[in-house]
């Protein structure tokens, strides 16, 4: 029999729900697995064994008594140390939230505990989801199940990283730039940005409003579907959600893509695309040709402007939603004085790290006296464009195609420019700042490393860009292959 | 483009302590950034209005009904400092 910790979650749900196996074992190998290769790895911030493991007997109950059951009962998860977990530290990788323990759970944790899935943890990130290796994160650097000497991407690299490496059958991460999608690529899973408004964002830390999704990991299609399904709606809680219907994920992933209208963005080809990626996902885009979709060019005009956008829109909103770290509510708080302000600018001086100092610096500026219309006013207006390039590729096109990063994971270390490592979203950022979705799945290699394939869909077109994945799996085994550890 | 009076005076703005060194490096940084970013000025946004958020939607009001809360003790647990049920902090207003 397989390894229980390289069952796919439709896979293990079946079974659970045949009572061949228990949610205890299941999760029990999740755990022996994390003992025996996060070492390695450092993928969590946080094991949570006693919790997991009363989940799952909890779960084994239910299955023993008939009870009524969802696809993730009894299935082991990570989450992103960036949602709130009721009593359990929600560090968001910073020295500033060390040891804060929520006193309630996200909209997100709810609705995994009432499925009935497991928690087998807390994963690392870059500090308050600013960054693209894990490299930022206060504590440690994860390291690629694939290539230890290289980053997992990032900034839910741990959520990634766990689930590359059968640490956690599946995942939740946050994507504000391209922190799902990023890792995911690099990595060799599947990571889905949800469209905004799909997923309750209430208990998320908050980085940049107008962009932070939720959305899940897995190592399939189907699998993401399921913990989509189990996430997506409204939320009282957060006025952003949308009431738009949640329609069943898994019911149209048929295989059948013939007659989609796929189209590949003629500006997803930039310099600097490592040759190798390139070479792979154009063999990805002939293979989905092959499958009967109609591929045509496209043109997204204003794309080359992304990366300027995100730079001043994410962290002029960073360095408003950071201003409520000031030592006096909870987290990080310098005491050595009794001077008001003294304690302030120290607290904050002390409890961030350098790339978060670098993103409020560079948020307050943009939005200063004197700079506000140069700057975050035209960025806001460049943001229209982008999504105007959207809305016209979509009366078109009802997918697009691209690399999910320009790179394969590269080596810890290597990439020192903040600025160089903020290309590496380059073509992840423009979805967050139209606001729609987006999928990387594993769309070859290079060198023995993982190629993310990028597909982008309109609002809420969830279930079309999961059924292209979907397709693609069937035909291709990129998403089968694991790492040695 | 970025000298160091400019970030002193954002680092004011922020309330963000900064050694000497840290202003140099940010410094330095924050420059290239913007130098990176300086192409947003050359697109033509005449007539276009600006997107502030990714949703579609207005603002969602729930109805305002009164919702079971926490107790001051639950928020107050990780508070660095309190008294009484209160936060506690240094003096704001000070008698000279």
């Given at each position: 029999?397989t390894e229980l910790?390289?069952?796919?979650i ?6 659970l729900?045949?009572r ?6 299941l999760t029990?190998?999740h755990l022996?697995?994390i003992?025996?290769?996060?070492d390695k790895v450092?993928?969590?911030t946080l094991?949570t064994?006693d919790?997991?493991?009363r989940q799952?007997?909890?779960?084994d109950i239910?299955f ?13 998860l ?8 009721k009593?359990i530290?929600?560090?968001c990788?910073?020295?500033?939230l060390k ?7 996200a ?11 497991v928690?087998?943890?807390?994963t690392?990130?870059d ?5 693209s290796?894990t490299e ?5 650097t ?18 990634a990283?766990?689930?590359a490496?059968?640490m ?6 946050s994507?504000?730039g391209?922190?799902?999608?990023q890792?995911a690529?690099?990595c060799?899973?599947?990571?889905l940005?949800t469209?905004y408004?799909r ?6 830390v ?7 999704q ?6 399939s299609?189907?699998d993401a ?7 997506a709606?409204p939320?009282a809680?957060?006025?952003?959600s949308?009431?738009q219907?949640v329609p ?5 992933l048929?295989?059948?893509i013939k007659g ?7 500006e997803?080809?930039?310099d600097?695309?490592q040759p190798?990626?390139e070479?792979?996902?154009r063999a990805?885009i ?5 499958m009967g ?6 043109s ?5 402007y992304?990366?300027?956008?995100y730079?001043i829109i994410?962290p002029a909103?960073?360095s408003?939603?950071l ?7 909870y987290g990080y708080?310098?005491r050595d004085?009794?001077?008001?302000w003294?304690?302030l ?6 409890g961030f790290?350098?790339e978060?100092k670098?993103?409020?610096m560079l ?9 506000y219309?140069a700057?975050y006013?035209q960025?806001?207006?460049v943001?229209?464009l982008?999504?105007?390039d959207?809305?016209r590729a979509?009366?078109?096109?009802d997918v697009?195609?691209?690399?999910a990063s320009?790179?394969?994971a590269?080596?810890l270390?290597?990439?020192s420019?903040?600025?160089e ?5 380059v ?6 700042l ?5 999928i990387?799945i594993?769309?070859?290699f290079s060198?023995g ?5 990028q597909l ?5 077109a969830?279930d079309?860009i999961?059924r292209?994945?979907?397709?693609f799996?069937?035909?291709t085994?990129?998403?089968?292959r694991?790492?040695?550890? | 483009?970025i000298d ?7 680092a004011k703005?922020?309330r963000l302590?900064?050694t000497?060194?840290d ?5 330095k ?8 970013i ?14 502030a958020?990714?949703?579609?939607l207005?603002?969602i ?6 919702q079971p809360?926490?107790a ?11 008294e ?6 240094n003096?704001v207003?000070?008698?000279?």
């Amino acid at each position: 029999m397989t390894e229980l910790y390289k069952l796919s979650i439709q896979e293990a749900g079946a079974m659970l729900r045949a009572r061949q196996i228990s949610s205890v074992e299941l999760t029990r190998a999740h755990l022996d697995r994390i003992r025996a290769v996060d070492d390695k790895v450092k993928a969590f911030t946080l094991v949570t064994d006693d919790l997991a493991m009363r989940q799952a007997h909890e779960a084994d109950i239910h299955f023993a008594n008939g009870n009524t059951v969802t696809a993730l009962t009894g299935i082991p998860l990570a989450i992103k140390d960036v949602i709130c977990t009721k009593g359990i530290t929600t560090t968001c990788g910073s020295n500033m939230l060390k040891d804060f323990r929520p006193p309630f759970d996200a909209t997100v944790m709810q609705r995994l505990n009432a499925a009935g899935a497991v928690m087998l943890g807390k994963t690392n990130m870059d500090e308050f989801a600013m960054g693209s290796s894990t490299e930022h994160s206060a504590f440690f650097t994860t390291q690629n199940p694939w290539d230890l000497e290289r980053a997992p991407g990032g900034s839910s690299g741990g959520s990634a990283a766990a689930v590359a490496a059968g640490m956690a059958m599946g995942a939740l991460g946050s994507d504000t730039g391209g922190s799902i999608r990023q890792p995911a690529a690099l990595c060799n899973v599947v990571g889905l940005k949800t469209t905004y408004g799909r997923v309750s964002r209430y208990g998320l830390v908050a980085f940049a409003s107008s962009l932070d999704q939720i959305g899940p990991f897995a190592r399939s299609a189907r699998d993401a579907a399921l913990i989509l399904q189990a996430i997506a709606g409204p939320d009282a809680r957060d006025s952003t959600s949308s009431p738009q219907g949640v329609p069943d994920y898994g019911a149209n992933l048929n295989g059948d893509i013939k007659g989609l209208r796929i189209g590949v963005p003629e500006e997803y080809w930039v310099d600097g695309t490592q040759p190798g990626v390139e070479k792979a996902v154009r063999a990805d885009i002939e293979k989905l040709r092959e499958m009967g979709a109609e591929v045509g060019e496209v043109s997204l005009p204003h794309t080359k402007y992304g990366v300027p956008v995100y730079y001043i829109i994410a962290p002029a909103e960073a360095s408003a939603n950071l201003a409520r770290y000031d030592g006096v509510k909870y987290g990080y708080s310098y005491r050595d004085t009794n001077d008001m302000w003294e304690a302030l600018e120290k607290t904050r001086q002390y409890g961030f790290g350098q790339e978060v100092k670098r993103r409020i610096m560079l948020g307050t500026y943009a939005l200063s006296s004197g700079y506000y219309d140069a700057y975050y006013k035209q960025a806001e207006k460049v943001r229209s464009l982008i999504t105007e390039d959207f809305t016209r590729a979509f009366e078109k096109f009802d997918v697009l195609v691209s690399p999910a990063s320009p790179s394969v994971a590269f080596k810890l270390g290597e990439i020192s420019d903040p600025y160089e490592m903020y290309l590496q979203d380059v073509f992840t950022i423009p979805a967050n700042l139209a606001g729609t979705c987006g999928i990387s799945i594993p769309g070859g290699f290079s060198h023995g490393l993982p190629v993310g394939l990028q597909l982008l869909g309109n609002f809420f077109a969830e279930d079309t860009i999961l059924r292209v994945a979907d397709a693609f799996e069937r035909v291709t085994d990129y998403h089968t292959r694991w790492p040695e550890l | 483009m970025i000298d160091r009076e400019t970030v002193i005076h954002v680092a004011k703005l922020a309330r963000l302590g900064m050694t000497e060194e840290d202003r140099e490096t940010f410094g330095k940084q924050l420059s290239v950034i913007l130098e990176n970013i300086a192409i947003l000025q050359e697109v033509d946004v005449s007539g276009v209005s600006p997107t502030a958020h990714a949703s579609r939607l207005s603002s969602i009001m729930r109805a305002d009904e009164s919702q079971p809360s926490y107790a001051p003790e639950a928020l107050l647990a990780n508070a660095p400092d309190q008294e009484d049920n209160c936060l506690k902090v240094n003096a704001v207003l000070e008698e000279s």
